[in-house]
């Protein structure tokens, strides 16, 4: 069984930070692809950026320059920095990731999604 549990969320003002992480656990062979998502109440669930293995990373537009993805391999864990936010980054945080488990299955994997809010 495979988990991810992602911890960091809360309350902010508007120009404020948060830091993200989330943590992979059981029975994990290998990680590929991490990343973040959010869902905003009353829209879809939308890319916020992903991470390579090798650390190649992707952002959606929006979040260029503010949001910053990193991973650490050796513990399984994917961080998302946060700054300047904004009341529109209003929404459930999840963690994603690729992982192949030690019982030989390939799977994608989502955490159970951290609320932020930031308050104008």
């Known amino acids: 069984q495979v988990q991810l549990v992602e911890s960091g969320g809360g309350l902010v003002q508007a120009g404020g930070s948060l830091r993200l992480s989330c943590a992979a656990s059981g029975s994990i062979f290998v990680i590929g692809d991490m990343g973040w998502y959010r869902q905003a109440p009353g829209k879809q669930r939308e890319l916020v950026a992903t991470?390579?293995?090798?650390?190649?990373?992707n952002y959606a537009d929006s979040m260029k320059g503010r949001f910053t993805i990193s991973r650490d391999n050796a513990k399984n864990t994917v961080s998302l920095q946060m700054i300047s936010l904004t009341p529109e980054d209003t929404a459930v945080y999840y963690c994603n990731a690729d992982i192949f488990s030690t019982w030989g299955r390939r799977g994608d994997y989502w955490g159970q999604g951290t609320q932020v809010t930031v308050s104008s």
């Open positions: 991470i390579g293995s090798g650390g190649s990373t």
